[in-house]
T-cell receptor, first 121, second 110 residues
Framework: GAVVSQHPSRVICKSGTSVKIECRSL??????MFWYRQFPKQSLMLMAT?????????EQGVEKDKFLINHASLTLSTLTVTSAHPEDSSFYIC?????????????????FGPGTRLTVT | QKEVEQDPGPLSVPEGAIVSLNCTYS??????FMWYRQYSRKGPELLMY????GNKEDGRFTAQVDKSSKYISLFIRDSQPSDSATYLC??????????FGAGTILRVKS
């Protein structure tokens, strides 16, 4: 159980274009999803927390107008990188917290997707 | 100073060795401690989860938390080549946010 998928797994786009990345919880409901960015040989940095039906909460230094997050349902959150530039090239990973009634002591677990490799040329 | 410090390695060990991975942290508010395994170009996979101080064992893996020293460890017994990956520690003060270490690259040689 607790599978999170991301689509696409890899994307190459030209500078100035926008790219949408989807994050889905496949077998559980997630009122809260998280978007991370990971540069090569560096750790995951939280970009924003996505809450179903409300606005996302962005971490300090993350441009909310550049990284648009929509969490329209309990199983889907999307991250759109607008007007992408080469410096936005990175590995984007989402995670989801199981918000079902059986979370018990694992309420702080986050299940991670496989990541999306974005390359902006 | 980073909130969570983790030696990036790489750490190379022979098959069958006991592996010790560690993180230190500075925020005394952290109460939840996790270890994730990440294979190349994949998302992290939760290995162990511990609340507050103490030990937790799951198969070949043992997680230890020493809050007085702000030090956590992950031990892997009888290491296998399939254990070769990057191991990330992560911590939370109880809210949504997880703070990750930089990750330690582990290589188990057969």
């Amino acid at each position: 159980g607790a599978v999170v998928s991301q689509h696409p797994s890899r994307v190459i786009c030209k500078s100035g274009t926008s790219v949408k990345i989807e994050c889905r919880s496949l077998d559980f409901q997630a009122t809260t999803m998280f978007w991370y960015r990971q540069f090569p040989k560096q750790s995951l940095m939280l970009m924003a927390t996505s809450n179903e039906g409300s606005k996302a909460t962005y971490e300090q230094g993350v441009e909310k107008d550049k990284f648009l997050i929509n969490h329209a349902s309990l199983t889907l959150s999307t991250l759109t990188v607008t007007s992408a530039h080469p410096e936005d090239s990175s590995f984007y990973i989402c995670s989801a917290r199981d918000s079902g009634p059986e979370t018990g002591t694992y309420s702080y677990e986050q299940y991670f997707g496989p990541g999306t490799r974005l390359t902006v040329t | 100073q980073k909130e969570v410090e983790q030696d990036p390695g790489p750490l190379s060990v022979p098959e069958g060795a006991i592996v010790s991975l560690n993180c230190t942290y500075s925020n005394s508010a952290f109460q939840y401690f996790m270890w994730y395994r990440q294979y190349s170009r994949k998302g992290p996979e939760l290995l162990m989860y511990t609340y507050s101080s103490g030990n937790k064992e799951d198969g070949r893996f043992t997680a230890q938390v020493d809050k007085s020293s702000k030090y956590i460890s992950l031990f892997i017994r009888d290491s296998q080549p399939s254990d070769s990956a990057t191991y990330l520690c992560a911590m939370s003060a109880g809210g949504n946010k997880l703070v990750f270490g930089a990750g330690t690259i582990l290589r188990v040689k057969s």
